[in-house]
T-cell receptor, first 115, second 110 residues
Framework: DTGVSQDPRHKITKRGQNVTFRCDPI?????LYWYRQTLGQGPEFLTY????????KSRLLSDRFSAERPKGSFSTLEIQRTEQGDSAMYLC?????????????FGPGTRLTVT | AQSVTQLDSQVPVFEEAPVELRCNYS??????LFWYVQYPNQGLQLLLK??????LVKGINGFEAEFNKSQTSFHLRKPSVHISDTAEYFC????????FGAGTRLTVKP
């Protein structure tokens, strides 16, 4: 297993367009997380899944954002009607739930630029 | 609710000098603590973690951190830094989800 992968690595879109990002977690991991990171800031939690269930969503996740993990494996994050403020790095992470913590393994991220 | 404060946004040091990156957290429940490093245009890589047990935790690349419950701190240290340690460092606290600090940019100068 090569770790968490994300596709695409870069996306440039025009304001108002829809975009979709994909995350493939480490295969045996049952938790998957999405974060947004803007320049000079730490990652901000957006949402997470345990298997296919979406267990928590941040207030940062407006109605234009939707995430799915239909079969409990890969996940998609869609942003509808993109705005310039959506420009950021979108990070995906996965973990295996256990009693010994929730160490998360991160993918390389998808950098979104909205023009 | 849990939160993390990284007390220094930038830390410049000379090569081979010691460094400490400070992190304070707040949480109403027991937490796990992490330090991640991020190199330019890359994802986050785990440096070390505190789950329980010994309060001094050793990680990769010669870094270590000490958990201090009374001071709610988890400061990261390295006795002698290299140019290659130049990166952004993030402290994080986790119970069910993970909250990150704003990051500390470590710049190692020759």
């Amino acid at each position: 297993d090569t770790g968490v992968s994300q596709d695409p690595r870069h996306k440039i879109t025009k304001r108002g367009q829809n975009v979709t990002f994909r995350c493939d977690p480490i295969s045996e991991h049952n938790r998957l997380y999405w974060y947004r990171q803007t320049l000079g800031q730490g990652p901000e939690f957006l949402t997470y899944f345990q298997n296919e269930a979406q267990l928590e969503k941040s207030r940062l996740l407006s109605d234009r954002f939707s995430a799915e993990r239909p079969k409990g494996s890969f996940s998609t994050l869609e942003i509808q009607r993109t705005e310039q403020g959506d420009s950021a790095m979108y990070l995906c992470a996965s973990s295996y739930i256990s009693d010994r913590g929730h160490e998360q393994y991160f993918g390389p991220g998808t950098r979104l630029t909205v023009t | 609710a849990q939160s993390v404060t990284q007390l220094d946004s930038q830390v410049p040091v000379f090569e081979e000098a010691p460094v400490e990156l400070r992190c304070n957290y707040s949480s109403s429940v027991s937490v796990y603590l992490f330090w991640y490093v991020q190199y330019p245009n890359q994802g986050l890589q785990l440096l070390l973690k505190y789950l329980s047990g010994s309060t001094l935790v050793k990680g990769i690349n010669g870094f270590e951190a000490e958990f201090n419950k009374s001071q709610t701190s988890f400061h990261l240290r390295k006795p002698s830094v290299h140019i290659s340690d130049t990166a952004e460092y993030f402290c994080a606290v986790s119970s069910n989800d993970m909250r990150f600090g704003a990051g500390t940019r470590l710049t190692v100068k020759p």
